[in-house]
């Protein structure tokens, strides 16, 4: 192995020195009690996961039959970069039945995973020092690419007295001669709040008036409960559809988290660009995975629903108990498969000086992994995820209940 010699001071290493851009991103808050907790598992001890971001169901079957099925006509080839052509008619399919919305296929691009779709958005259309609103509590993704981008993050917190919703108030204050665009991601991840079909009119306008994108993250989209309604943004006027970019897939929908599947619904242009630039970093799409997501939009629903209503069974189960919980204050979620409760009395009256070192001494002792809220932006919650078995999160709640009575200091 090459062996490296010793550096005179002020001299930089260019064979081992990092891009600026990645300098600077933000570490995940969630590593180190992932990592904590993959230890625990390993040494034996019966750690309970808390902070699963995706469905616990498998792949629906005729969604894998669909995709074996391809693999041994020989659908194993490059396609598109932006794509199948048949995969974009099964989303213009879904976006009509769904939403009453009419795409072209020139308006569809296919990625892998939202994620990368979202990534590759904020490259082609942030230039540095380009504004981007993200509403605090965030998904922890949204700011780090927009800083990849060369862009600005600009927050605006959405209390948890108005619900973690943001105003279209806040957001008019918020906008400047650089704003670019403005996140909206109703169901939301971490707090699982719905925004209105009132309170996206208001926002549209705002939009309108400032003439910014609108990027409208619908991931959760079919995971509402108790009567709540999604609405997207788009289906408000020619106007809301002409400047919204609607981000979605069958990752949660599906329970195809891994299958890397995720689109974009807008603007031509936009899409043109970010299909061009897929070319020269993904290649397309896996080719196995197109074709399970052709049958996981034209096939039959009947596994998301069941999956919907097992996630709400669940939410009436763990609301009231993570509720009585002391120094807890949750809201109840209106969709997606979180809650995130205020924690910050909790911590302090069991003798933590703040919520992640809480919820670190919630997995070393109490062996729960939950995540800490800094890492949505929201320093005093936690995110509790119920996407696990009932029998899991009843224990796992249980053991929280007593972690805090058993330390709780009046």
Not at 113 to 119: E, F, P, Q, T
Not at 138 to 161: C, D, N, R
């Amino acid at each position: 192995m090459e062996t490296h010699t010793e550096l005179v001071e002020g001299e930089i290493d260019l064979k081992y020195s990092l891009a600026e851009r990645v300098k600077t991103l933000t570490p995940s808050s969630t590593l180190a009690i992932t990592a904590k907790a993959k230890e625990l598992k390993a040494s034996g001890i019966d750690v309970i996961g808390l902070g699963a971001g995706e469905p616990d169901y498998n792949t629906p079957e005729n969604i894998l039959k669909a995709a074996a099925e391809s693999m041994e006509a020989g659908f194993t080839k490059y396609t598109p970069a932006g794509g199948l052509p048949e995969l974009k008619n099964a989303i213009i399919a879904k976006l009509e039945r769904d939403q009453k919305l009419t795409y072209k296929p020139s308006e569809i691009m296919v990625g892998v995973g939202a994620k990368h779709v979202l990534y590759t958005l904020f490259q082609v259309i942030l230039n540095p020092s380009d504004e981007v609103i993200i509403p605090i509590p965030y998904w922890v993704s949204y700011p780090e690419q927009v800083k990849l981008a060369g862009g600005t993050p600009v927050f605006i917190e959405g209390t948890k007295e108005q619900e973690y919703k943001v105003t279209a108030e806040q957001i008019r204050s918020a906008i400047t001669e650089k704003t670019r665009a403005l996140i909206i991601n109703s169901p939301s991840n971490p707090t699982g709040m719905i925004y209105s079909e009132e309170e996206l009119k208001q926002i549209a306008d705002v939009c309108k008036e400032a003439d910014i994108w609108v990027i409208s993250d619908e991931i959760y989209e079919k995971l509402v409960y108790n009567n709540a309604k999604h609405v997207s943004i788009a289906q408000l006027s020619d106007d809301a559809k002409e400047r919204t970019l609607i981000i979605n897939g069958v990752s949660k929908s599906h329970s195809m988290t891994g299958w890397r599947i995720g689109y974009i619904a807008g603007d031509e242009t936009i899409v043109k660009a970010m299909t061009d630039l897929a070319s020269h970093s993904t290649s397309n799409p896996v080719t196995t995975s197109q074709y399970a997501a052709i049958e996981a939009y034209n096939g039959p629903q009947d596994a998301v629903e069941e999956m919907r209503r097992a996630f709400e069974s669940r939410l009436k189960e763990i609301y009231p108990k993570v509720a009585a919980i002391p120094g807890f204050n949750v809201l109840r979620p209106q969709g997606a498969f979180y809650l995130l409760p205020e924690v910050r009395e909790a911590a302090e009256k069991t003798g933590y000086t703040s919520v992640d070192d809480f919820a670190q001494a919630l997995l070393e002792e109490a062996n729960v992994a939950v995540i800490p809220g800094s890492g949505f932006g929201s320093p005093d919650t936690i995110r509790l995820s119920y996407a696990t078995s009932l029998d899991l999160i009843e224990k796992a709640v249980k053991r929280i209940d007593e972690f805090v009575k058993t330390k709780w200091q009046d």
